[in-house]
């Protein structure tokens, strides 16, 4: 029988009464959740709000968790950006004026670089900005999926488990987000300033 | 600005993430010599997987950290179900629900007397004697009042094993739960 990971023991104790615990689970979590919905949504103030909720929602429905808790947690904060997301579609709250220049600086604003080279942390901080507006370009399902594949690092099956999806639908979204957003970096140029700093990092 | 085929960019993306057999890698890798687009595609691919693995962590400005007034809100009520007090005597009070629900329809049932069931289905209330006046209207109606009455319920027999089935699964159910709970937490100590 296998040993009861460090979040087992933690969601034990949080159901025992301990609400320390459970508070534990949230500092060792809150930057991926916080990060998965700042890059969902593209708004500081929605993501943390949306994180605050899911964190809420995990709590009331902890006594119903089943296996992992990263994966269920993941698939909550998920489920709640989809709908948030939806529900702007539905009745927009943000103005028309708001220019895509604001939500750069939003971005920007959450992004701290530690590069001590200048020019180098200007180009980086640049791409990292393109990155996350073109994040937002690609449809929710295919950016939920890119993100937690390629910045969160997790595997097809956990990604599967998170999105409710199949693996072969997981492979799909991929494929189509990794394939736009290829499509925006070719047309932004963006490729010839990673080839340069890929060049200045190597000795 | 090359275009690549979604069925090639999928390839590539295969091979990229490590998915595809040596004898398919080795077809693929002699096509990115004949089409550059191909490898240049590749190459990009690779880039932008590393570029967003590169991406710095974003931080939330305040602490998501839950106080004690909204947990104690969130709880719904499968948290009376696995939290003390009421979690540690769940078993228990499973027990003790699925002895009442057999005493209750198993032995209580059978214990009503022959009028309070026809009573129960329908008919007049009227005490049955040989001297009572027989209408042959009235009992007709009785009759045809009592049948649907008598068909909604179900059979009386099924209910005690309704009942022991119901409180059995509710013990065992609970009791599985409090014992997952108990021996993750004796291992944590």
């Known amino acids: 029988m296998t ?15 301990d609400s320390d615990s459970f508070n534990q689970l949230v500092e060792r979590y809150q930057n ?23 964190f809420i929602s ?15 947690l993941m698939r909550i904060v998920a489920n709640a950006c989809r709908d948030v997301l939806r529900s702007n579609k539905r ?13 750069e600086d939003s971005l920007a604003l959450q992004i701290a670089d530690t590069n001590p080279n200048p020019e180098e942390h200007l180009m980086r901080a640049e791409l990292h900005r393109t990155i996350s507006v073109a994040l937002l370009q690609i449809p929710p399902d295919q950016r939920t999926v890119v993100i937690l594949s390629d910045i969160e690092g997790m595997s097809y099956d956990e990604i599967a488990i998170v999105t409710g999806a199949n693996i072969g639908t997981v492979k799909s979204r991929l494929n189509r987000a990794r394939a736009r957003l290829r499509e925006i970096f070719v ?8 080839r340069r700093l890929i060049a200045n990092d190597e000795p | 600005m090359s275009t690549i085929s979604l069925s090639d960019m999928s390839l590539i993306q295969a091979l ?7 004898e398919q890698s080795a077809s693929l890798r002699d096509r990115f010599v004949r089409e550059p687009d191909l490898a240049d595609a590749f190459t990009e691919l690779v880039m932008l997987r590393e570029l967003m693995n590169d991406m710095p962590v974003v931080r939330p400005a305040r602490s998501l950290r839950l106080d004690r007034q909204t947990m104690q809100q969130a709880r719904g009520w499968r948290w009376l179900l696995v939290s003390p007090p009421g979690g ?27 009028p309070d069931q026809i009573r129960l289905k329908g008919a007049v209330s009227a005490p049955l004697s040989a001297e009572a006046p027989v209408d042959p209207a009235a009992a007709t109606n009785a009759t045809a009042d009592s049948v649907p009455l008598a068909a909604s319920q179900p059979e009386p ?5 309704l009942g022991v089935t119901i409180g059995l699964v509710g013990t065992a159910g609970s009791a599985r739960w409090w014992l997952r709970l108990r021996k993750i937490q004796r291992r944590s100590v």
């Open chain 1, 3 to 17: 040993a009861p990971s460090e979040d087992q023991i933690l969601v034990s104790a949080a159901l025992a009464g």
């Open chain 1, 32 to 54: 991926r959740v916080y990060g998965l919905c700042f890059r969902m949504l593209g708004d500081a103030d929605a993501a943390a709000d949306v994180a605050q909720d899911s």
């Open chain 1, 58 to 72: 995990a709590y009331r429905h902890l006594p119903s968790l089943r296996g992992e808790f990263r994966p269920w």
């Open chain 1, 91 to 103: 009745h927009p709250s943000v103005s028309l004026d708001t220019s895509a220049r604001e939500e």
């Open chain 1, 187 to 194: 047309a932004a140029e963006l490729f010839p300033t990673v």
């Open chain 2, 16 to 22: 990229a993430d490590n998915e595809l057999s040596a």
């Open chain 2, 88 to 114: 540690q005597f769940m078993p228990a009070l499973g027990l003790v629900a699925c002895l009442c629900m057999a005493l209750l329809f198993g032995f209580g049932y059978d214990q009503v007397s022959a």
């Open chain 2, 157 to 161: 027999s099924m209910l005690p094993l």
